[in-house]
Antibody, heavy 121, light 110 residues
């Protein structure tokens, strides 16, 4: 069965960087975009960007441009999201999410369990 | 992109129907038939319940239905059950390989 398993919770200081991993299984990793979505406690979802596991190509939301890097390692079917220059309002849960089907389906069928990143001095 | 607009809350009694709206612009909801809806129970990851405006994934009850008119999409949950109490989020493709989500609606089953 399809699974997306994320790395554990992190505590970082303001200005630091965090790298969250998303290990996938149960399907062909290179066949589906992986997106990263975040959610503040009790708040809505926010799309951050996506990586094409086959090519490594990325698309980022404007507000994260220059601060986020999404990569992948096809040898271990794992995607990564690194966010730099952390601020207190980056204290949220980060989800990796699979875009259903091939290119151009534009919805998300499997979600990781979420990774809480806490930014505190 | 700005977040899609959803009412913060909605409610209904068991067996009733409730509709949740999701308002965007002609650049997202109104411009593409790629609106999807997600159900999220407390402490859990979201789950897809509607995609491409009105399609249901396998395993989602037909009590869940979706529609769109202009820049507003809607999710209707019919025959409300206690288990439908959750947060619901809409999402839309917004062009230029970007996506946008709504702020979420807390559905309470009275």
């Amino acid at each position: 069965q399809v699974q997306l398993v994320q790395s554990g919770a992190e505590v970082k200081k303001p200005g630091a960087s965090v790298k969250v991993s998303c290990k996938t299984s149960g399907y062909t990793f290179t066949g589906y975009y992986i997106h990263w979505v975040r959610q503040a406690p009790g708040q809505g979802l926010e799309w951050m960007g996506r990586v094409n596991p086959r090519t490594g190509g990325t698309d980022y939301a404007h507000r994260f441009q220059g601060r986020v890097t999404m990569t992948r390692d096809t040898s271990i079917s794992t995607a990564y999201m690194e966010l730099s220059s952390l601020k207190s309002d980056d204290t949220v849960v980060y989800y990796c999410v699979r875009e259903a089907g091939g290119s151009g389906t534009y919805h998300f069928d499997y979600w990781g369990q979420g990774t809480l990143v806490t930014v505190s001095s | 992109q700005s977040a899609l607009t959803q009412p913060p809350s909605a409610s209904g009694s068991p067996g009733q129907s409730v509709t949740i709206s999701c308002t965007g612009t002609s650049s997202d909801v109104g411009g593409y038939n790629y609106v999807s809806w997600y159900q999220q129970h407390p402490g859990k990851a979201p789950k897809l319940v509607i995609y491409e405006v009105s399609k249901r994934p396998s395993g989602v009850p037909d009590r869940f239905s979706g529609s769109k008119s202009g820049n507003t999409a809607s999710l209707t949950v019919s025959g409300l059950l206690d288990e439908d109490e959750a947060d619901y989020f809409c999402s839309s493709y917004a062009g230029g390989n970007s996506f946008v989500f709504g702020g979420g609606t807390k559905l309470t089953v009275l």
